[in-house]
Nanobody, 124 residues
Framework: EVQLVESGGGLVQAGGSLRLSCAAS????????IGWFRQAPGKEREKVSG????????YDGDFVKGRFTISRDNAKNTMYLEMSSLKPEDTAVYYC?????????????????WGRGTQVTVSS
């Protein structure tokens, strides 16, 4: 069973940084593409960052503009999202996701599993 557990969220001032982590278990992490999504209250879910493992490509949401970096440590079965220059509009619950098929993960937003999410709150 694919299990994902996010951590690292919290309250940070505008301009600050956070590193989110997502511990994966129950599957062969190395073989899966990964992604981060977010959802703010009253808003639709947004794509944040993703890595297409098969093609070695990385994708970011338009709002990222170089502020966030997605990465993975296969030895630790963990993915990360380094966020800097945070803005109040980045406030949301952040979710990590995985799927063997990046198209299903990123375009269809039908990953193998969703984590429970971690709250990020950016104060002005």
């Amino acid at each position: 069973e694919v299990q994902l557990v996010e951590s690292g969220g919290g309250l940070v001032q505008a301009g600050g940084s956070l590193r989110l982590s997502c511990a994966a278990s129950g599957f062969s992490f190395d073989d899966y593409s990964i992604g981060w999504f977010r959802q703010a209250p009253g808003k639709e879910r947004e794509k944040v960052s993703g890595i297409d493992t098969r093609h070695g490509a990385r994708y970011d949401g338009d709002f990222v503009k170089g502020r966030f970096t997605i990465s993975r440590d296969n030895a630790k079965n963990t993915m990360y999202l380094e966020m800097s220059s945070l803005k109040p509009e980045d406030t949301a619950v952040y979710y990590c996701t995985v799927h063997r098929d990046f198209f299903r993960l990123w375009v269809l937003q039908e990953p193998a599993s969703w984590g429970r999410g971690t709250q990020v709150t950016v104060s002005s």
